[in-house]
């Protein structure tokens, strides 16, 4: 099902231990997954670039698009320039659904979203995998994420967000008319996936006393809940988990941020002490005024160029467009949002002078 494979991996020292390994290189690669479809494609974009921009490791991208966005994907990557390309590989895939009705999945909430159900199906090489939505963005390496794979307990195979912090306004808590995970629900933005344990395991479910696989499981699964699901794919998940609490590692809310989390003051305690680590722009929050904190971040990044000097052209710029947003709930707290882009932009800057030290030495 892969369109392509492009990006092809130049000489690079920071990757150079790659390449005596015995490993597979995807093996050696933090594969991040996204869905794409409709008018999606710039900020799918400007998520890979903060993906790109802070990250250590080498990184698979694996793209599912419609067809008409291929051509664009692939035009708009290769312009990239070579120090960033050399970063990461990527695949573009079309969207496939291998159990029931396709045109049921692909209009099942925001079209095309369902995909993200199939990963464990589509990619049988890949063990472990993030998947985020479109409107994501990192404000610190993939790779500090990528280690909560190693907290895992022996039956814990994904990892997501609650959906709320508070149960009294939280969406599932007060209106959901399904099984759900927990107090609140789970977000499923930022989806961290063991595919591999995702693939042996046998579910329980409210179909039939034995377990299921993933894949038996979907389909008879929508049916059943079609009726009362409003969230599409998520709510599907939140009803996987309810029946299967001990397969969720259930991370804190820095790593998948909202409007939630601020527009009623703020109830994230992870982001007011270590910052927003991935910021979920989602209710197209970057793309109206609603919520100009996260409409700052958005356009920074997106305008940002990628060989100039981050504070310079990113940090700079993001400070002064902050202080037009003071008078937002979310614009009070610029530390929340600032805090951990600005750590992780000198650590980024460290490595490059110790990289930089280390060649002239070599002299």
Not at 228 to 249: A, K, R, S, V
Request: glycine fraction near 4%.
């Amino acid at each position: 099902h892969i369109f392509k494979t492009s990006s092809t991996p130049q000489k690079n020292p920071d990757f150079s231990e790659q390449k005596h390994s015995k490993e597979p290189s995807s093996l050696q690669c933090m594969h991040l997954a996204v869905v794409a479809c409709g008018d999606r494609l710039e900020e799918t974009l400007i998520m890979l670039k903060s993906a790109v921009l802070f990250s250590n490791r080498r990184l698979c991208f694996h793209i599912f698009a419609e067809d008409s966005l291929k051509p664009e994907f692939e035009k708009k990557l290769k312009e990239w320039p070579s120090s960033y390309t050399k970063k990461f590989e990527y695949n573009i895939y079309p969207i496939t659904f291998s159990v029931g009705n396709a045109q049921e999945w692909k209009k099942l909430f925001k079209p095309c979203a369902a995909q993200r159900l199939f990963l464990p199906v589509i990619l049988k090489d890949v063990d472990s995998l993030l998947y985020v939505d479109t409107d994501v963005l990192f404000l610190r390496p993939i790779d500090d994420i990528w280690h909560i794979l190693k907290e895992f307990n022996s039956t814990q195979l994904a990892a997501m967000a609650p959906e709320h912090e508070i149960p009294k306004i939280g969406w599932y808590s007060r209106f959901a008319r399904h099984p759900y995970y927990g107090t609140t629900g789970v977000n499923s933005g930022v989806m961290l996936m063991n595919l591999t344990r995702i693939r042996n395991t046998q579910f329980k479910n409210s179909m039939i006393p034995s377990g299921l696989t993933w894949e038996e499981m979907l389909y008879p699964l929508y049916q059943k809940y079609k009726n009362y699901i409003t969230w599409g794919d998520q709510d599907l998940l939140n009803i996987i988990f309810y029946f299967n609490p001990e397969c969720l590692y259930v991370f804190p809310c820095q790593w998948n941020y909202r409007p939630d989390h601020c527009m009623y003051g703020s109830n994230c305690k992870g982001a007011e002490e270590e910052g927003v680590s991935i910021l979920h722009g989602n209710r197209g929050v970057y793309h109206d005024d609603k919520q100009p904190t996260f409409k700052a971040l958005y356009e920074v990044i997106r305008d940002f160029p990628f060989e100039d000097n981050l504070f310079q052209s990113l940090y700079y710029p993001l400070q002064s467009k902050f202080l037009d947003t003071v008078h937002t709930l979310c614009g009070r707290i610029p530390q929340v949002f600032l805090k951990q882009i600005e750590k992780t932009m000198k650590k980024v800057y460290e490595n490059r002078v110790i990289v930089y030290l280390g060649a002239n030495h070599r002299y």
